[in-house]
């Protein structure tokens, strides 16, 4: 126990309980990888989506299939607008609102890997001209506002690791979302929304539900959903706006 304590370094003075510690470890485990494509079957028909070394897998992971499809069946939340997917790893949720009517969408992510994974499939996916990718952190590179964010955040309230780039993706701790709807009125266009997932396991300190409403965010909808697969248990699907008028653009 003590080693797993020091190689997963609590965020907020209490470590992850065993069975989330294994539950990052399997998933980590996963995304030792090299580059390869694979067609996925969920956000409509994405034939050929490539996936990088060093890069979150989107083919397994079932936040990512749940909030894909998600936005696939509910196309009249960005039909026409500008989306920015946030930590967007590989593209997927970018490139589901790309080719499903979005009129523009802006990639973000702290990692090199991730934003060159999102820029190839913007092209292979034919929507390049309406995509721009940025590296940064969250919001630092981001110089347009925008009507619907998607954030597909890390769920589990620690530290990530060293020598685990991709542990970036499922390990913050809980100041980085606290950051993020800090930061997220002055890049949202009035009567904007965030679209954001959430696997109930992770515990409380990420769930944005909470953090988001420190911030003056409000849940409008919520879809639960129940994951098989790699991420096993209950998800929420949440779509947040701003509880108080003159939040967006702040």
């Given at each position: 126990?003590?080693?797993?304590?020091?190689?997963?370094?609590?965020a907020?003075?209490?470590?992850?309980?065993?069975?989330?510690?294994?539950?990052?470890?399997?998933?980590?485990?996963?995304?030792?990888?090299?580059?390869f494509?694979?067609?996925?079957?969920y956000?409509?028909?994405?034939?050929?989506?490539?996936?990088?070394?060093?890069?979150?897998?989107?083919?397994?992971?079932?936040?990512?299939?749940?909030?894909?499809?998600?936005?696939?069946?509910?196309?009249e939340?960005?039909?026409?607008?500008?989306?920015?997917?946030m930590g967007?790893?590989?593209?997927?949720?970018?490139?589901?609102?790309?080719?499903?009517?979005?009129?523009?969408?802006?990639?973000?992510?702290?990692?090199?890997?991730?934003?060159d994974?999102?820029?190839e499939?913007a092209?292979?996916?034919?929507?390049?001209?309406?995509?721009?990718?940025?590296?940064?952190?969250?919001?630092?590179?981001?110089?347009?506002?925008?009507?619907?964010?998607?954030?597909?955040?890390?769920?589990?309230?620690?530290?990530?690791?060293?020598?685990?780039?991709?542990?970036?993706?499922?390990?913050?701790?809980?100041?980085?979302?606290?950051?993020?709807?800090?930061?997220?009125g002055?890049?949202?266009?009035?009567?904007?929304?965030?679209?954001?997932?959430?696997?109930?396991?992770?515990?409380?300190?990420?769930?944005?539900?909470?953090?988001?409403?420190?911030?003056?965010?409000?849940?409008?909808?919520?879809?639960?959903?129940?994951?098989?697969?790699m991420?096993?248990?209950?998800?929420?699907?949440?779509v947040?706006?701003?509880?108080?008028?003159?939040?967006?653009?702040?």
């Amino acid at each position: 126990m003590n080693r797993a304590k020091a190689q997963y370094p609590p965020a907020d003075g209490t470590a992850l309980s065993e069975a989330q510690l294994a539950q990052v470890r399997r998933q980590l485990a996963q995304h030792h990888h090299g580059p390869f494509t694979c067609d996925l079957p969920y956000g409509g028909s994405l034939r050929g989506f490539a996936l990088n070394a060093g890069v979150f897998r989107a083919d397994i992971m079932t936040a990512s299939k749940l909030l894909a499809d998600f936005l696939f069946q509910n196309k009249e939340l960005y039909r026409g607008k500008t989306v920015i997917d946030m930590g967007c790893g590989s593209g997927i949720q970018g490139v589901v609102a790309g080719i499903n009517g979005a009129e523009s969408v802006i990639y973000s992510d702290i990692s090199h890997k991730a934003a060159d994974n999102a820029r190839e499939n913007a092209e292979r996916f034919g929507i390049a001209g309406k995509s721009v990718v940025v590296q940064g952190d969250l919001f630092e590179n981001v110089r347009k506002k925008a009507d619907v964010m998607i954030f597909n955040h890390p769920f589990f309230a620690a530290n990530p690791l060293e020598d685990e780039p991709v542990s970036n993706s499922m390990l913050q701790p809980p100041e980085t979302l606290e950051r993020f709807f800090r930061e997220a009125g002055e890049h949202l266009n009035p009567g904007g929304i965030i679209v954001t997932t959430f696997f109930h396991f992770a515990g409380t300190a990420n769930n944005p539900q909470i953090v988001g409403s420190r911030h003056g965010y409000a849940v409008e909808i919520e879809v639960p959903l129940e994951g098989q697969g790699m991420q096993s248990g209950s998800f929420s699907i949440y779509v947040l706006k701003p509880a108080r008028v003159g939040m967006e653009g702040r």
